[in-house]
């Protein structure tokens, strides 16, 4: 190979079977090798690329992960992360209430939201500060929901509850008054599988687990987890489809067509004279603020239609009156442990929690890497990986010991807000975590969510829903998809991942219509049918054995182009300037021997 550069004259080969050309050729590479400043070791070169990469990304930052914005600035940039956060945790919240069986208690559901979003602020700040030190936000995930209502479909909800009031009359409602023991079980094993979480980073074993796990395997984990839900969306849409697609149609506006246009608005600033200015910012709200306006927009018009009775009475997309739910709400709410009582633990549940958990942990790995290179940090090392897993088993199993019962991940929406506003500053995100659970707190502002009419709510989920399958798709540009081999793998994972949870019932509506698992022993058929229930289990452990099993190379598997960033970096004083834990460092300090663990750095 040849570096042809502009001081080099320009000749035209000989033919190779004469002398001439073989002197020419050998006189050009002298005259390259001498004045050309690139260097031969393409190894050297790589590496001096990826250093001036990182240089270049951190100048074109405002505030990159080592600097922080003044504290203001760091409120108003930690609220807009709230307000990015809201449309998932919202829906995955809101979305938990059917398979409990209280989706029309709206203090209920108010509750849901709010110890939501308290545990998404608690796990944020574990993450930061104890996991990989990384702005990064932690918020609950479909992966986890998928097992969830695979769970709670053994028991499927009734249309009518009997139940007798305090002063020992009966009467009928439309929500199960037992609804807490659902939850718990969803809690006791969901605590049991993030210890193995914990375990996998405190032991460092997640080098371990990404070597059986590629592309096409991860392809098919986070696909089936938006056509799996495809029922849900259908059947929140169904309710009203046309305020479900108005929903649609204004987040593809704001979020696709209108992405680019700037929004004026008003700005005040403080110099060194403590004089007052203002200003405008232009900033591109709509793509931030898609979900949230159009949600606004079409719940408006909701309520214009429900006062003008333009809608039935019995329409779903009405506005109901929650005055009295209000009341009965106190303004501030503090989850606690064991507030839905003492948690539970089944053998399916555990299994199922487990897969949930890997696929949490896939996802979140490669937003660490993602969020690094943002952030205008170095690629994190082994440790930080190890310790950023290990604490995201500690935020899942606070959600496990305090509910809602559905464990938490990497959130990648906001580390894309990192590259819009530039902004990668471990402040900011911790002022976000402050806000989401300050706005989880407050008690009254979850039941005003929780009314959201259901239309709307399927409107977000065939987005959202549709979206999380294009993710998983979006995996494959690493893989050869002109092999017949890989096409086989991710034909076969995929249409399996589909049918079975089908084939078993659980899914449906009335799983007692169809009964697919009868072995005569209830508990492992239980076991088999909450295994059976998930398409992401199903679907990712065919891929997984049939992409390690089946001859190909790791080229052709994508293997080779999905390979994490390398832990190479010249610069180590600003990398363990980011990824040092200070209270772990001074422990290892007092005690050389912790240094052993995988989730220490060593000595310097």
């Known amino acids: 190979h040849y570096y042809i550069t502009n001081n080099l004259r320009k000749y035209t080969m000989p033919p190779e079977d004469t002398n001439d050309g073989q002197e020419l050729v050998q006189q050009d590479y002298k005259l390259i090798k001498d004045s050309s400043p690139m260097k031969i070791d393409i190894k050297n070169d790589d590496q001096d690329e990826s250093e001036n990469d990182l240089e270049v990304i951190r100048k074109q930052l405002n505030y990159p992960l080592d600097k922080d914005p003044n504290w203001f600035l760091s409120v108003l940039l930690g609220f807009q992360q709230y307000l990015i956060l809201f449309g998932s945790t919202f829906a995955i919240a809101v979305i938990l209430a059917p398979s409990l069986c209280v989706e029309s208690n709206v203090v209920v559901k108010g509750i849901l939201l709010n110890t939501m979003f308290v545990m998404c602020g608690l796990a944020t700040m574990v993450q930061i500060f104890f996991g990989t030190r ?20 053994k028991e499927p909800c009734k249309d009518v509850y009997y139940v007798i009031d305090e002063d020992g009359n009966n009467g009928t409602q439309t929500w199960d008054p037992d609804w807490k023991l659902r939850m718990t079980e969803l809690q006791g094993n969901l605590m049991l599988a993030s210890l193995f979480q914990m375990a996998l980073g405190a032991f460092g074993l997640v080098g371990l687990l990404l070597k059986v796990i590629g592309p096409i395997t991860i392809t098919v984990l986070i696909s089936l987890l938006g056509l799996c839900l495809a029922g849900e969306a259908v059947k929140m849409a169904s309710l009203n489809w046309g305020i479900s697609l108005l929903m ?42 898609s979900i949230m306006i159009s949600l606004t927009l079409v719940w408006s018009l909701c309520a214009i239609l429900t006062v003008t009775d333009v809608l039935p009475q019995d329409d779903p997309a009405r506005i109901i009156n929650i005055t009295s739910a209000i009341d009965a709400t106190n303004w501030l709410y503090f989850p606690y442990p064991g507030q839905f009582g003492t948690p539970q633990v089944s053998l399916g549940g555990f299994i199922g929690f487990i897969a949930a958990v890997i696929g949490g942990m896939i996802e979140s790995l490669g937003d660490y ?33 305090c509910g809602p019962g559905v464990g938490v991940t990497s959130y990648s929406e906001n580390i894309a807000a990192i590259g819009l506003t530039k902004v990668g500053s471990r402040r900011v995100m911790f002022c976000g975590a402050v806000v989401v659970l300050l706005m989880g707190v407050i008690g009254k502002l979850g039941v005003l969510f929780a009314s959201i009419p259901g239309p709307i709510i399927g409107g977000m989920y065939l987005v959202m829903f549709g979206v999380v399958a294009a993710v998983g798709i979006s995996n494959l540009r690493f893989v050869d998809m002109t092999s017949s081999r890989n096409i086989f793998v991710l034909g076969i994972s995929l249409y399996m991942g589909i049918v079975i949870p089908m084939w078993s019932g659980q899914i449906m509506d009335d799983p007692e219509k169809v009964k697919a698992i009868k072995t005569g022993n209830k508990e492992f058929d239980q076991l088999v049918a909450v295994v059976l229930s998930s398409g992401m289990i199903v679907g990712s452990s065919i891929s997984c054995f049939l992409d390690n099993t089946l001859p190909g190379t790791d080229k052709e598997r994508g293997i080779t182009g999905y390979r994490l960033a390398s832990e190479d970096c010249t610069d180590k004083e600003l990398l363990e300037k980011i990824y040092r834990e200070p209270v772990m460092e001074y422990f290892a300090n007092k005690l050389p021997i912790l240094r052993k663990l995988p989730f220490v750095p060593a000595l310097k």
Do not use: D, H
């Open 134 to 153: 990384l702005p990064i936000v932690q918020s609950g995930s479909f992966v986890y929901f998928a097992v969830a209502k695979g769970i709670l479909s």
């Open 369 to 401: 890497f993602a969020c690094a290179k943002l952030a205008g940090a170095p690629p994190p090392p082994r440790y930080a990986l190890n310790r950023g897993i290990m604490m995201e088993g500690v935020g899942c199993f606070l959600t496990g010991l």
């Open 248 to 289: 649609v149609v204004l987040v593809t506006i704001f979020s696709e067509y209108l992405k680019n246009v700037p929004v004026p608005v008003p700005t005040v600033s403080f110099n060194i004279s403590k004089k007052i200015k203002c200003g405008v910012a232009w900033l591109k709200l709509f793509s931030t603020l």
